[in-house]
C-alpha cells in the first residue's frame, strides 16, 4: 500500500496515482514481471516462475503488489488465478509521465 502523503505535498490525484505506479516499478523483478504478463496476456504465476529465476512465493508477492497499483488484473480460475495487464491505466501512465517529463524541461526533451 502506498504511503500517504502530508496534505500540503500530496498533489493532485493523478500524481498519487503515478507516485503508487512508479512504486510498484520500483523493482526490477516486478518490470521484468509485468513486462512477461504483457506478452504473454493472461499468464499464470507457473508462467512467470518458468521464465524468471524467483520462487513461486515471490513472484505471488510481486504480483500482489503490481494487482494492488492496478496494473494487472487477477482473474480467478480455480485451480488457477490469471493475470492481466490493465492496458488502459499503462497508457494513462505513459502519457502522464511523458507529459511530466516534457513539463520538467520545458518541454524541449530530447
Not at 499503462?90 to 509521465?97: G, L, M, P, Q
Given at each position: 500500500?502506498?504511503?500517504?502523503?502530508?496534505?500540503?505535498?500530496a498533489g493532485t490525484s493523478q500524481t498519487l496515482r503515478l507516485a503508487a505506479v512508479f512504486a510498484a516499478l520500483s523493482n526490477p523483478a516486478r518490470i521484468e514481471i509485468l513486462r512477461h504478463v504483457s506478452r504473454h496476456n493472461p499468464c499464470k504465476c507457473k508462467d512467470i516462475t518458468d521464465v524468471l529465476p524467483l520462487a513461486q512465493s515471490t513472484v505471488s508477492q510481486h504480483l500482489k503488489v503490481l494487482v494492488e497499483a492496478e496494473l494487472i488484473s487477477c482473474e480467478a480460475r480455480p485451480p488457477s488465478s490469471y493475470y492481466r495487464v490493465n492496458e488502459a491505466l499503462?497508457?494513462?501512465?505513459?502519457?502522464?509521465?511523458g507529459n511530466f517529463l516534457k513539463g520538467c524541461c520545458g518541454g524541449d526533451c530530447r
Open positions: 500500500m502506498p504511503q500517504r502523503l502530508e496534505p500540503a505535498i499503462v497508457r494513462e501512465v505513459s502519457d502522464a509521465t
